[in-house]
Every structure is written in C-alpha cells, then in structure tokens.
C-alpha cells in the first residue's frame, strides 16, 4: 500500500497527471459533432438574429449514469438565461431502422430547468417524468438524465434537434438545428 501511495503522491507532485480528474465526464456511448453556422432561420421576426442563431449545436451526445440511468447533452453556440420569454429547445428523438416497425422514442426539455421537460417510454406507452434540466452556461452545455425505461432501444437511430420558441406549444418556431447521431447502442 505504501508503494501505492508513494508512486500516486509522485505523480501527483511531479507530473500531475496520473490520476483522474474528478469533473472527468463519462464517456460517450454516442458522441456526434455538428458543424457551426448552419443554423435553419424559419421566420426572420419575433427574435433577435443573436437569439435564433444561439442554438446552433457543435455536439450531443450520450453517456450512461448507471445501469438505469443515462443522460443526454447538447453543446451548442449560447445558452440563454432561465428567464427568457422564449425558449430553446432540445430533442434527442429516436426510432429503429424498420420504418415499418411503428415505435420512437423522444426526449425533450429547454435550457429552463423545470421546464416540464418529458421523455416516452415505448414499452409502456406513457411519459416519463424527467428531473431538472443541468445547466453549464460557461461551457454551452445543457443535460438531463433519462431512465433506462425511457431511452431507445439497442441499435435505435437518434437525432438531435434544437429549436428557438415556445417550448410544448402550437407556436412557430423561430430557428432550428438538427443532427443525426448514428445508432444507439448500450455498453
Ligand atoms: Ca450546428
């Protein structure tokens, strides 16, 4: 035990490196990166240029919590204040391959953290309930777990999509981003 202790307290004193960093995220079981700029404007009024284009996605993505339990992120250009009139909007929707197989899975919340965010569980048939949304405004990201129950199933397409407006509502969008992730597979 000695020797293990004195080999971590070397690498940490001399290269700092050795072991790992406490905040070190999970690894992606789906990892997709988007490209900036490319931002669909549906309606040139009613937001500013700033605003629609905030939701632009430079990555989502997919990490598991524990066996029953995975979270969704998104990074993307600016993630506005909790007080906005206006929403952004984060869809990690799902399907399987078989386009005759008439299932999906969605997940959907906003950078509001109790923003009635929903997620569906195909095998039941009803909503899940989600908790908070996690805010990280200084690095763009927003997150949110989701139960094993509600999450697609192995091999299951998923799709990531941003939108400016009125979060569970008839309202038209302002803006919009969207990214295919490939298929979901669990560890
Ligand atoms: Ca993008």
Request: glycine share 6%; aromatic share 10%; net charge positive.
């Amino acid at each position: 035990m000695k020797s293990v202790r004195l080999a971590a307290a070397i690498c940490l004193s001399i290269l700092g490196l050795c072991v790992p960093h406490p905040a070190q995220a999970a690894e992606a079981l789906l990892d997709a990166q988007d490209p900036a700029g490319d931002v669909r404007i549906y309606t040139p009024d009613g937001l500013s240029d700033r605003d629609r284009k905030s939701v632009d996605i430079r990555r989502a993505w997919v990490s598991e919590v524990d066996q029953n339990t995975y979270r969704v992120s998104v990074k993307f250009k600016r993630v506005a204040a909790k007080s906005t009139r206006w929403d952004q909007m984060v869809f990690f929707d799902s399907h399987p391959q078989n386009e005759k197989i008439n299932q999906s899975a969605g997940v959907g919340f906003t950078q509001k953290p109790r923003s009635d965010a929903y997620a569906y569980d195909t095998r039941a048939d009803e909503w899940c309930e989600l908790g908070a949304v996690t805010r990280k405004p200084a690095k763009d990201i927003l997150s949110i777990t989701v139960p094993l129950r509600c999450m697609p199933w192995d091999g299951w397409h998923m799709d990531a999509s941003t939108v400016t407006g009125t979060f569970r509502s008839d309202a038209p969008a302002y803006s919009g981003d969207r990214v295919h992730m490939g298929r979901f597979y669990y560890p």
